[in-house]
Antibody, heavy 116, light 110 residues
């Protein structure tokens, strides 16, 4: 059974760096891609970026300069780091694993609030 | 970027058919597949995959849900609608990066 779980700080100060972890169970990270997707309160979904099964990455150009995705395959963990956070980065952050579609399996999400 | 356009809301009666549309500004077909997927999101929950590659039912999804379309025009149909189907439905393309979502259609009961 594939499961994903996001973790990280619920509150980040403006201009600081966000660090999130996605722990994946049930399948190897070297088999499928994992993406990060976010959703501001009351709004739609935005794909942020992906780490492919071979470890390569692609990012949404809108946030590419601020975003980094990496992984530790031995721990089945995928990491998101985004710097220079602003209030508009307040959102639920999801990780999702590829299956029949790029986002076949989702974590429950973690809410990040950017506020001083 | 490929832009996906959905109507914001749809109201249907229990037991009736709901048809949710998604139009793209670029063709999302490639070598015989339409790279369009549909997700359901209930309040406070993560999205759930319903349909992949335009018309394939994801595992565990009831046959009341179906998808069709190709090129730039796609639809998700729920027939018959049940009370548990009230949710927001998103289309999403994986033909080109960046992968993009439609704005979502909120399904409500009359």
């Amino acid at each position: 059974q594939v499961q994903l779980k996001e973790s990280g700080p619920g509150l980040v100060q403006p201009s600081q760096t966000l660090s999130l972890t996605c722990t994946v169970s049930g399948l190897s990270l070297t088999s499928n891609s994992v993406s990060w997707i976010r959703q501001p309160p009351g709004k739609g979904l935005e794909w942020m970026g992906v780490i492919w099964s071979n470890g390569g990455t692609d990012y949404n150009s809108a946030i590419k300069s601020r975003l980094s995705i990496s992984r530790d395959t031995s721990k089945s963990q995928v990491f998101l780091k985004m710097n220079s956070l602003q209030t508009e980065d307040t959102a639920m952050y999801f990780c999702a694993r590829e299956g029949e579609a790029p986002f076949a399996y989702w974590g429950q999400g973690t809410l990040v609030t950017v506020s001083s | 970027d490929i832009v996906l356009t959905q109507s914001p809301a749809l109201a249907v009666s229990l037991g009736q058919r709901a048809t949710i549309s998604c139009k793209t500004n670029q063709n999302v077909d490639y070598y015989g597949n339409s790279y369009m997927h549909w997700y359901q999101q209930k309040p406070g929950q993560q999205p759930k995959l319903l349909i992949y590659l335009a018309s394939n039912l994801a595992s565990g999804i009831p046959a009341r849900f179906s998808g069709r379309g190709s090129g730039t025009d796609f639809t998700l149909t729920i027939d018959p609608v049940e009370a548990d189907d009230t949710a927001t439905y998103y289309c999403q393309q994986s033909r080109n990066l960046p992968w993009t979502f439609g704005g979502g259609t909120k399904l409500e009961l009359k």
